[in-house]
């Protein structure tokens, strides 16, 4: 990443997949935008990028092949859509390509979509991770100087189970924990206001919260996005706030 691409590099993690996390970090970069931010966002997912189908961007064609080594200052542009700055694998490969890389080399591919991105004055970067603690994780850390990162939830058990997996590996790596959210946090009916928990919530002593994570925001369930808009934009205020006002974190 060139000097001064993000004043704020953000990672969105989780411990296992299914808990919203992309969907989270696509609905908070419209929240931060509504707080005047110019916000970007790294899909770092290499074999499951979500970020395209969820903007309706997408490449048709197959990649016959990935070009590694791209000398001078040539640079891959993010492509924008309302608003946000986007990178993903998604639009170097087909649509329906699987990535096929070697283990090794998807280290290289890493690197090359964070350092070779024309980004143009963000003031954060949001770096949408795949679930778990591998290699890609762990890569990433040794490539961007990261301000912090987020960790994404569900209410049940098992997610904060394994989102407790995950902080261990940020706080094995030096990386700040800004906070957590909770996704599809109960649901409100749409005829009698009633709140009815989808995902029971599991005990208190094993959540993320009872080892010290401060909790972001609560998002509920609801097919209307727009519904969540409350929620996202307390939740970006707080992360303005803590990135702009560490010391005071």
Not at 30 to 39: E, I
Not at 60 to 66: F, T
Not at 90 to 117: D, H, K
Not at 174 to 200: A, D, I, Q, T, Y
């Amino acid at each position: 990443m060139s000097e001064g691409a993000a004043r704020h590099v953000v990672a969105v993690g989780s411990g296992k997949g299914g808990v919203g996390k992309s969907t989270v970090t696509l609905q908070l970069a419209y929240a931060l935008r509504r707080q005047g931010w110019n916000v970007g966002i790294l899909d770092a997912d290499l074999y499951g990028p979500d970020i395209p189908l969820m903007l309706d961007l997408k490449r048709e064609r197959d990649a016959k092949r990935w070009d590694f080594w791209r000398g001078g200052d040539v640079r891959l542009d993010p492509l924008e859509r309302n608003g946000l700055q986007v990178m993903s694998v998604g639009f170097l490969i087909g649509e329906r390509q699987g990535l096929t890389l070697a283990a090794p080399l998807l280290g290289a591919a890493l690197r090359q979509l964070v350092t070779q991105v024309a980004w143009h004055g963000l003031d954060v970067l949001l770096v949408d991770l795949p679930p778990g603690t591998a290699d890609l994780q762990q890569q990433l850390v040794g490539v961007v100087a990261l301000a912090g990162a987020i960790v994404v939830v569900s209410p049940q058990d098992v997610a904060h189970l394994d989102a407790r997996k995950f902080l261990h590996f940020l706080r094995e790596a030096n990386v700040r924990v800004l906070g957590g959210v909770e996704n599809m946090s109960g649901l409100l009916c749409p005829h009698c206001g009633e709140r009815v928990e989808v995902f029971p919530p599991g005990p208190a002593d094993r959540s993320i919260w009872a080892d010290g994570v401060p909790l972001l925001g609560r998002i509920p369930l609801d097919p209307d996005l727009t519904n969540q808009e409350p929620e996202l934009d307390g939740i970006a205020r707080q992360l303005v706030d803590v990135l702009e006002h560490p010391a005071a974190a």
